[in-house]
Nanobody, 126 residues
Framework: QAQFEQSGGGLVQPGGSLKLSCVVS????????IVWFRQAPGKEREGVGC??????????YYAPTVEGRFTISKNNDQNAIYLQMNDLKPEDTGVYYC?????????????????WGQGSQVTVSS
């Protein structure tokens, strides 16, 4: 059974940085693509990015709105996936989710998962 332990959210000022963590259990993250989504208040969930598996060199894909500011990385030894967020803007506020469809590759940055983490709140405000 796929399980996700998310951490690292919080309140940050515009221009600041946060790093979200997603530690998985019940499967090996190295062999599967992992996606990050977010949901702002009153809006639908949107794709943030995706990282592939070791079979495709952990390739990453990002939404245009976060490209150049956000970075997804993996620590396969710890079954962990990270979302480093820099130069945060108020419009980045929302609940961030990691998830998987148990695929080995990403179908772009928007690839809704079948299994979701519990979410991490990120608030960007002065």
């Amino acid at each position: 059974q796929a399980q996700f332990e998310q951490s690292g959210g919080g309140l940050v000022q515009p221009g600041g940085s946060l790093k979200l963590s997603c530690v998985v259990s019940g499967f090996t993250s190295a062999y599967h693509s992992i996606v990050w989504f977010r949901q702002a208040p009153g809006k639908e969930r949107e794709g943030v990015g995706c990282v592939g598996s070791i079979s495709n060199d952990d390739l990453t894909y990002y939404a245009p709105t976060v490209e150049g500011r956000f970075t997804i990385s993996k620590n396969n030894d710890q079954n962990a996936i990270y979302l480093q967020m820099n130069d945060l803007k108020p419009e980045d506020t929302g609940v961030y989710y990691c998830g998987t469809k148990f695929k080995t590759y990403c179908s772009g940055y928007y690839d809704p998962p079948d299994y979701w983490g519990q979410g991490s709140q990120v608030t960007v405000s002065s």
